[in-house]
Each structure stands twice: as structure tokens, then as C-alpha cells.
């Protein structure tokens, strides 16, 4: 008994003295969000307190959305990020060592990794797209209110998902509407917390100025809406602070 | 690397450890319950995480048979006249068929009672139709010492079944103890409640490819996950999600002005004001009448409210379509065939299974 015991402090100890500083630096990334730069957290939902480009007064009831192939962890990997309950906002990567990175992640899953049903976490949060769609998970749920061009408030369900188009349902065409974002690279030597700037109005507004008026709800089957989203999503995301 | 001194000095430490872990082993083999078997439906194993077992409460073959005899007795109400089975009876899926059931002293409250399955895949926890109870152990605290429910005083309660002829043997049997509390009382009974699952519909067979639908209900499906139509799918699970529940809150356009806020009484944040949770869709034919309030009859009743009913509020849920028009404007055909897919999701096995029976 008394080897045994010898053996297995003595093993517990090694163990924890072989990894060194150097080869274990972890980073926060951390998702803060904003409307044009004014910050904004859920403590901000439901009220029509943001204007988008197009002029209209917005609220955020809910909002979720996936990233995945985050760059500085393996390949296959995704986050959902669900800032109406302050979920998966802000997450850790251990285990880096001294050095440069670039940081960049995918905004939905790429057609290679959406795959219908497969991710039991997502299922469990029913964050799935209909089969009549091509299945697969949305890419963002982004729901709320705005005041339309009769000034009284109306729902709003900016939807993001792989594109497809439905003129012939007997053979659907799809679009990856999914997309990198590269935020550049960051030098690792400590330690840090790394921001990442998620800009909401930007989805309203560059490069296409987005009327909810015209596009408000039923999204998903929408091709051209969908290509929209897309394209207005890659100004959304930039590198924010980086702290020790 | 190794220090020898410190090595001695940690030695009788570990020593004592052992001693004591081989002590407690020792007491434990008397009482030890034997851990329970869950048998969780294919399509749940391969579509959602694990169901939630607290680690305080794992479920045992004793728990759940102390949990099933305890819901069936009527030992824990006030006066002895009802048990948890009066209101949640296993023939019509746990609920009573009732717009609102029937305390001891027959008052009636103000909600529908809630079907009872699968509830060990609510995620985040929050039972009742507001939310207010977090936990199944704690949900179970409180319809026994509700005035207008079981109206019983928990310490009398205790004080009964503490002095029943079988109750303490079966308790020290479950928990290793026959001093009995309303902890042990409760956790018992959420350990039978999760056994409560609820997963051979006609629609899993169909999903595990024993069956087909009819074409009324393949397009009823379609419907139910047609954003443009129902839309049903957002708040009610799909085929990758067989809870067919968010187990979230959502103001489904009921009201216009609210006599019972819901969500918002339990979180004091207005904004959730006339929210209630989305109820699971499987097992309706078991379950009318519907709505937190009990207030439509019929499945047809159900389909109208969102096809033309909808009424507009401060809190309505923006997944809530066309409220100007009352809502999704089903056609007469897409209303039946949603109703008839609907049906398959009815699980007579569940509400038959013998296990779950008094």
C-alpha cells in the first residue's frame, strides 16, 4: 500500500510540474456588442430605442447566432453566441504558446459542416432549419420590433441561413451564405482578453440599406434576402481591444 | 523532482482518506439503493444532450418506486383527499381534462394542469407554466402546501409518513435513512417524474421509419414547418428537436390586456408580461382543454387562434405573423392536415405504459 501511495504522489506531481508557462497561455474572446458604437448588453431588449439605416426605429427581443472554425482552436468547432441571455458570449482558448496568430472565425456553418441534425446541442435549442429548406441549422435568430412606415410597431424576423432558392421545389439550388471573418492577428505572449466587436446596425446597413418595411418576416425561404444578409454581415464583426 | 520529506508528511493523510473511504463503503452496502436504468428513446439519445439528473438526486430503482407510490398516495394532502395523480393522472398524459382543476377544498385555481413527460430535457429548468418553480424537486414543494391545491402543512405531512407502517423502511431503503424530511419526500418524487418519457408517437415511428403518414399529415408537417404558413417549428421543436417544445416563454398573442402575467410575475420585468411557457405538442389527444388557461376546447379551437386570432400587445412575440390580420391565414385543408399531424404525435404507449400506472 505505502508504494502504491508513493507511486501515485510522486506521478501526480510530475504530471503537474511538465507543462510549462510558455506552451499554456490562455485568451478570452470575448463578444461585446454595439449599435453604431454605443454599447449594448440585454439589458437593452424590447424597446424601440435603435434606428437603423433606413430610418426606423428597432427593438432586439431575441437574438442567437452560430460561429464556427474559430481559428485559433482545432478545425471543427462552433459557439453559439446568444445575447438575449447573455449565453456563450465569452469563451476560453487554452494552451497556446508564444506567438502570432490570425483570428478569424466562420459567421453560420460552412456547407461542409451543416449538417442536418447532427449537433445535439443546437437540437436541443431547436436551432435547426425545416428539411424543406435543405435542413442544416440557422446561421441567426435575430427577432424584434420596429415601427413601420405607419408608425405602429410590428415584428421583425431576421433570419439568416444558407440560401436557397425555391422556384423549382423539385429541385432546390442552394447558396452558401455563410462567411469568413477575418479580424487580422494578434500577438500572444501573456495571458489576454480579446475583444470582439459585434456591430448590429451594420446588419441594416452595409452595403445595402435594408427596409423592413419590405423585408420583415419569412425570411428563410427568401434567396435574395438571404444573399442580403450575407453580404451586410461582413461589416458586423471587427478586433476590439486587446488586454493583458 | 519528487521531495521525500513532503512524501511522509502526505502519507497518514492518504492513510486516513483510505480508512475512511473503506468505512463508509462498509455502512453504504447495507442501504445502497440500486442505480436505475433510464431508457431513453432512440431519437432522443441521437438528437438532444443528456437529460438532467441533479447530482444530488440520481435516480435509483427505490427512488422511483418510493417517488411513483408517493405521487399515487393521497397521504400528502391536507385532508387526504387527493394525491398528485388527481390533478396529473397517467391516462390523459398527467393533466385532468379539466380548464382548471379542483383543490381539496374545491376551489378551482387559474391555470390548466400541466401534462407531465420528458422532463428531464428541460434544459434550463423552469417548470410551470410561468416559470416560477426551477427544479423538479422544488416544483413538487409546492402543490402540497398550496391552499387552493393539496393545502397541506408539510411539517404534518412529514409527521404521517414518518409514522406510516411501510413509508420509513422504504425511504431508508431510497436514501439510506428513515428520518424523513420534505427533501427526501420531493426528491422521490422527481425521480419518478423522470421517468416520465414519453417517445413512441406514430410520428417517432415515422422518424424511425417503422411507419408512414398519411398524405393529410406529411402535409400537416409541412405546414407546421413552413415559415411562410404555420411556422410552428420555432417555438415547438421539428424533427430534430422530439421534445417539440423551447421550453421557453413567448406572449402567443392570447390577449390584448392581461388578467395573469404570466412570466412576468415571476421575473418583475414587465416586458414578460403575458408570456407563458410553450408547452410541449406531443400527446393533445390526451390533454385538452388547451393554454395556460385552459381555454380552447379543441385542437381546431388552437389552429384558429393563430390561423386569424392573434391579438395584438406590447408583448406579443415577433415570431408572431400578420397580427393585423390575426395571424397565418391557413386554408380550410392546410388547417386539417395540421391538425391531423398534430395527432401523431400522440403516444398511447406512454399514457398506457403500466410502469407509470397506480
Not at chain 2, 416560477?132 to 387552493?148: H, M, R, T, Y
Amino acid at each position: 500500500m505505502k508504494n502504491i501511495l508513493t507511486f501515485l504522489c510522486v506521478s501526480i506531481f510530475i504530471f503537474s510540474s511538465c507543462s510549462s508557462e510558455e506552451e499554456n497561455i490562455n485568451i478570452t474572446l470575448n463578444y461585446t456588442h454595439n449599435w453604431d458604437g454605443v454599447p449594448i448588453t440585454n439589458q437593452d431588449l424590447n424597446e424601440l430605442k435603435f434606428t437603423n439605416a433606413n430610418g426606423e426605429k428597432v427593438s432586439i427581443e431575441n437574438l442567437r447566432y452560430l460561429i464556427s472554425n474559430i481559428s485559433l482552436l482545432d478545425a471543427k468547432n462552433y459557439q453559439l453566441i446568444n445575447f438575449s441571455e447573455n449565453s456563450g458570449t465569452s469563451f476560453n482558448i487554452s494552451n497556446l504558446t508564444n506567438g502570432t496568430y490570425t483570428l478569424s472565425f466562420r459567421f453560420g456553418f460552412s456547407d461542409e459542416d451543416n449538417i442536418d441534425g447532427a449537433y445535439q446541442d443546437l437540437n436541443s435549442v431547436s436551432f435547426n432549419v425545416p428539411g424543406m429548406l435543405g435542413g442544416g441549422y440557422h446561421y441567426m435568430q435575430f427577432d424584434g420590433k420596429y415601427a413601420d412606415n405607419k408608425d405602429e410597431e410590428a415584428g421583425f424576423n431576421y433570419h439568416s441561413i444558407r440560401a436557397v432558392d425555391k422556384t423549382n421545389p423539385d429541385n432546390l439550388k442552394f447558396e452558401d451564405t455563410s462567411f469568413e471573418v477575418n479580424l487580422g492577428t494578434i500577438t500572444v505572449s501573456n495571458n489576454m482578453k480579446v475583444e470582439v466587436k459585434v456591430n448590429l446596425a451594420e446588419w441594416f446597413k452595409n452595403p445595402n440599406t435594408w427596409d423592413l418595411n419590405e423585408l420583415n418576416t419569412v425570411l428563410m425561404p427568401n434567396f435574395e434576402a438571404q444573399k442580403i444578409m450575407s453580404a451586410n454581415g461582413k461589416s458586423v464583426f471587427s478586433l476590439g481591444e486587446v488586454t493583458p | 523532482m519528487t521531495n521525500p520529506i513532503k512524501m511522509k508528511k502526505i502519507h497518514p493523510f492518504f492513510l486516513c482518506c483510505f480508512l475512511l473511504m473503506n468505512c463508509a463503503s462498509n455502512e453504504e452496502e447495507v442501504y445502497t439503493p440500486m442505480p436505475y436504468n433510464l431508457e431513453i428513446p432512440t431519437l432522443f439519445a441521437t438528437k438532444l444532450i443528456a437529460p438532467i439528473v441533479p447530482a444530488n438526486n440520481p435516480l435509483t430503482e427505490e427512488g422511483v418506486a418510493l417517488g411513483k407510490k408517493l405521487f399515487f398516495d393521497r397521504i400528502l394532502s391536507g385532508n387526504g383527499s387527493q394525491s398528485c395523480a388527481s390533478c396529473h393522472n397517467p391516462k390523459k398524459a398527467f393533466t385532468d381534462q379539466q380548464q382548471f382543476s379542483t383543490g381539496v377544498q374545491g376551489e378551482s385555481g387559474e391555470r390548466n394542469a400541466m401534462p407531465l413527460f420528458n422532463l428531464a430535457w428541460n434544459f434550463d429548468e423552469r417548470f410551470a407554466w410561468d416559470g416560477k418553480e426551477f427544479g423538479l424537486e422544488e416544483q413538487a414543494l409546492e402543490p402540497v402546501s398550496n391552499p387552493i391545491e393539496m393545502h397541506a402543512n408539510w411539517k404534518k405531512v412529514t409527521e404521517r409518513i414518518q409514522q406510516h407502517p411501510t413509508y420509513p423502511n422504504l425511504f431508508l431503503q431510497a436514501f439510506g435513512t428513515s428520518k424523513i424530511d420534505s427533501i427526501m419526500i420531493t426528491k422521490a418524487i422527481a425521480q419518478f417524474e423522470r421517468t416520465l418519457i414519453s417517445g413512441n408517437s406514430k410520428f417517432d415511428q415515422f422518424l424511425r421509419k417503422e411507419t408512414i403518414l398519411t398524405p393529410e399529415e406529411q402535409n400537416g408537417f409541412d405546414v407546421f414547418m413552413d415559415e411562410a404558413k404555420g411556422d410552428c417549428f420555432h417555438c415547438h421543436g421539428s424533427d430534430n428537436n422530439p421534445l417539440w417544445t423551447d421550453n421557453k416563454f413567448h406572449n402567443n398573442g392570447l390577449d390584448a390586456t392581461f388578467t395573469d402575467v404570466g412570466f412576468g410575475n415571476v421575473t418583475g420585468d414587465p416586458n414578460d408580461n403575458g408570456k407563458f411557457k410553450s408547452p410541449s405538442i406531443r400527446n393533445l389527444a390526451f390533454t385538452a382543454p388547451y393554454m395556460h388557461d385552459g381555454r380552447f376546447s379543441t385542437l381546431e379551437e388552437v389552429i384558429n387562434h393563430y390561423s386569424e386570432g392573434l391579438k395584438k400587445s406590447a408583448t406579443i412575440d415577433p415570431l408572431m405573423k400578420n397580427i393585423a390580420k390575426g395571424g397565418v391565414q391557413l386554408s380550410t385543408q392546410d388547417k386539417a392536415d395540421l391538425k391531423a399531424f398534430l395527432l401523431t404525435l400522440s403516444d398511447n404507449d406512454f399514457v398506457e405504459n403500466p410502469s407509470f400506472q397506480k
